[in-house]
């Protein structure tokens, strides 16, 4: 047979997988090395442009289309399922969305996958080339060391572009459980890795000098975790080709030394850590219970990564029902002042299948429901529901303004220099450097479509005139004097 493996994506913004690098998608790379032999597989990903997918497809000749997808891109996918289903093309979708809105997801394709698909894969793939497609599949949570899954086709390019860095995964599931977020339901809660050896392999393998280690929580909320944490950086100093590469983890690994240092040395420059707020109160209502116990050490953690050479990339979520119009741009002077290098606020958004969209459904909160249109707006960078203490347009509106600050601000060499003074690496430096031209490239897409949505006209918004006079005597006063 011949396969298709698709990434379709949301075209309603500029997304944040785009903003530096190409992602790899590494889920169809995963599935596209589990493939039975005997099968031609070809990679589509739509981060790279949507026009030309439905022509590849109905052109390709394919036998099967498997499409996997966030909720962003659900609408997208059930339109691609219409346009192989026309060609007389079978298809099957996997992914968190098919996961939490099976009965939504099962009219469009000839087959569901439910959660975890690397063992049944295979099973998948032969049941279609015998003609007897069963209409659901069901995975499980698999043993990544045991059965040595996990690791990806490294070396398979998307027929309609090319990805400019690698990525690998080293273990899946995250224990901390945050109310809007679907790892947890998706990955489950403990951490499994896969085995040292096999990471290695692949590590050394992949063509790519950067990589991006996909891990939900690299380095874990407990001693256990961190150990297993530091007995791969060791493997990699000591058995692994020299690569740069940034993951995401929690904030708690900025009090490990020894753990920073090791994964230093291990080629690391960067980690994406979920600060997410200051507010106590909002940690409590997302569950984020690791960082409300160490809220009042931010300052000293962000510290202990700088310290070792590492670069902070801290995520925030606005949203919350604590959060006013104001806390956008309250936040983001909080992080330059805190130090952070590279800085992402984004809308919270309620997705399908964590506690957090359940409970704002019985509530009535939601107010994009008009499925599967709808999923669209499930970006990030959309107010989906009713916030607390405004309204969804002033929220999107705050946000807009921050966007614009970014995209008018001569910020990013400034930044880059701080970071340089903290980490006292070039290497580093320069990863920050690139990342922050990427964000406010995505700020000068970004902004113009809110204007527009919004019907927004900057020189006659008095706050926002206020963020970006705040915006700028921050980021000059931090390269001044950095802390």
């Known amino acids: 047979m011949r396969i298709a493996l698709v990434n379709p994506v949301t075209r309603r913004s500029q997304g944040y997988h785009t903003i530096g690098s190409f992602l790899p998608q590494l889920g169809l ?64 979708m996997g992914g968190p969305h098919a996961s939490a809105c099976q009965e939504e997801a099962a009219p469009h394709f000839d087959s569901i996958a439910v959660g975890e698909c690397d063992e049944i894969w295979p099973q998948i ?106 007995e791969l950086l060791r493997a990699i100093i000591r ?6 590469w940034f993951s995401q983890t929690t904030i708690n690994m900025g009090d490990d030394p020894e753990g920073l240092r090791l994964a230093y040395q291990a080629g690391c420059r960067g980690m994406l850590v979920g600060f997410e707020t200051f507010n106590e109160e909002s940690l409590k209502s997302y569950h984020k219970g690791i960082n409300r116990v160490n809220v009042a050490r ?10 070792a050479g590492i670069s902070v990339f801290g995520g925030f979520i606005i949203g919350s029902d604590e959060d006013t119009p104001r806390t956008v741009a309250d936040t983001a002077i909080q992080a330059v002042k805190l130090g952070l ?83 006292r690496s070039l290497t580093t430096t320069l990863f920050v450097l690139g990342m922050n031209r990427g964000w406010k490239r995505m700020a000068k897409i970004q902004a113009p479509v809110d204007a527009q949505r919004y019907g927004l006209h900057p020189p006659s918004s008095p706050r926002m005139a206020q963020v970006v006079d705040s915006f700028r005597m921050h980021l000059r006063s931090a390269v001044v004097s950095p802390t």
């Open 29 to 92: 790379q995963v599935l596209a090395r589990l493939v039975p032999a005997g099968h031609q597989v070809d990679l589509i990903d739509e981060v790279f442009g949507t026009e030309a997918t439905a022509g590849l497809l109905s052109a390709g000749h394919y036998d099967l289309v498997g499409l996997t997808g966030y909720s962003s891109g659900a609408t997208r996918a059930y339109e691609l399922a219409a346009v192989c289903r026309r060609n007389g093309i079978k298809t099957v």
């Open 239 to 244: 058995q692994g080709r020299k690569r740069l």
């Open 341 to 423: 290098d590279i800085i992402q606020i984004t809308n919270l958004t309620p997705l399908p299948g964590t506690k957090m969209y359940e409970r704002f459904k019985a509530e009535g909160r939601l107010l994009a429901t008009n499925y599967p249109e709808d999923w669209e707006r499930y970006t990030f960078t959309e107010t989906v529901y009713h916030p607390a203490r405004m309204t969804a347009q002033e929220l999107d509106e705050a946000i807009y303004e921050l966007r614009y600050a970014a995209a008018k601000q001569n910020w990013v060499l400034k930044r880059a220099l701080r970071t340089l003074y903290r980490t």
């Open 125 to 230: 793939v032969r049941d279609a080339d015998a003609d007897r497609l069963q209409p659901r599949y069901e995975g499980r949570l698999s043993d990544l060391a045991e059965l040595g899954l996990g690791g990806a086709a490294q070396t398979l390019q998307p027929v309609n572009g090319q990805y400019d860095v690698s990525a690998i995964q080293t273990s899946r599931g995250c224990p901390v459980g945050c109310e809007y977020c679907s790892v947890t339901q998706f990955n489950g809660p403990k951490i499994r890795r896969r085995a040292i050896a096999d990471i290695l392999d692949e590590w050394n393998r992949t063509p790519r000098k950067f990589i991006f280690m996909v891990d939900d929580n690299f380095f874990g909320i407990g001693p256990r975790h961190a150990e297993e944490a530091k």
């Open 298 to 307: 931010y300052q000293e953690l962000v510290n202990g990564f700088h310290k």
